[in-house]
């Protein structure tokens, strides 16, 4: 015997599949970011670190939402209860993570420019450091950090600029004392970093926000289901007005409704 509304069924199927699909794109967001973090000299512990959590919270996000629809499909209430609880983890974990990012996101610019500048000059940064901006200055086709002079007179070959090809984007150096020329990328390459940077802490509030409501109304849903299952013959009510509150009667029915003599 069908204990839970059809209805409701549907709604929660279309629910779970809606979380699954959050789940497919943070596992996607995980590959591009695999991609385009591919730079050489990076730590790639702390990459590989970052990487395996997306990966690992984008398929426990799917196999959640696998538990909640095979749990309204048998009218399973364990498979129900367990799907509640991580509902009710995942929505405070999504609020204690979203919440104090959104408030951090408009310091970030600053905090990142203070960071970036201790290493200036850049020809005498750590091996690391260097390497890094050589590989943004090739992929993102900018020179220095906040200028071409960040590398003082030692500006690395990531910098040059093929004029034939990007006309508008190339600076023209002249060496002091030599008569010898220079064509490098005219951008700095902190600016196109911010860029990227915020639209990736973007995504991931919009993505983050979006898993705290899923969360909720999940939590909701799978209440409302396991309530049914509990109480198959009681109806759910979530708001009744008690009888006190009742208007009365008109009086032209009582008058209607009076006995005769």
Not at 14 to 30: H, K, P, S, V, Y
Not at 91 to 104: D, E, Q, Y
Request: aromatic content about 10%; proline content about 6%; charged content about 15%.
């Amino acid at each position: 015997m069908t204990q839970i509304n059809p209805g409701l069924k549907r709604v929660f199927t279309i629910f779970n599949i809606l979380f699954a699909i959050i789940g497919g794109i943070i596992i996607g967001l995980a590959l591009i970011a695999q991609i385009f973090t591919n730079f050489e000299g990076q730590n790639i512990e702390d990459r590989t670190t970052g990487l395996v959590v997306l990966y690992v919270f984008g398929a426990i996000t799917m196999v959640i939402a696998l538990v909640g629809a095979y749990g309204a499909h048998k009218e399973s209430k364990p498979a129900l209860i367990v799907f509640l609880v991580c509902m009710v983890i995942g929505s405070l974990v999504m609020l204690r993570i979203g919440i104090p990012t959104a408030a951090a996101r408009p310091q970030l610019y600053s905090v990142l420019e203070e960071k970036f500048r201790k290493a200036l000059p850049l020809d005498e940064a750590p091996e690391d450091v260097r390497t890094m901006a050589d590989a943004l200055q090739t992929q993102m086709h900018c020179c220095g950090l906040f200028s071409y002079q960040d590398w003082r007179k030692e500006i690395p070959e990531s910098c040059d600029c093929d004029v034939a090809a990007t006309a508008t984007e190339c600076l023209k150096i002249d060496y002091t004392g030599m008569m010898l020329s220079r064509f490098i990328y005219s951008k700095p390459c902190f600016p196109i970093f911010m860029t990227y940077v915020d639209l990736i802490v973007g995504i991931t509030l919009g993505v983050v926000f979006t898993l705290a409501i899923l969360a909720l109304l999940g939590l909701v849903l799978s209440s409302i289901m396991i309530h049914q299952m509990r109480f198959p013959n009681r109806p759910t009510v979530l708001l009744s007005v008690p009888a006190i509150f009742s208007s009365p009667p008109p009086k032209y029915q009582e008058l209607h409704n009076a006995p005769a003599y």
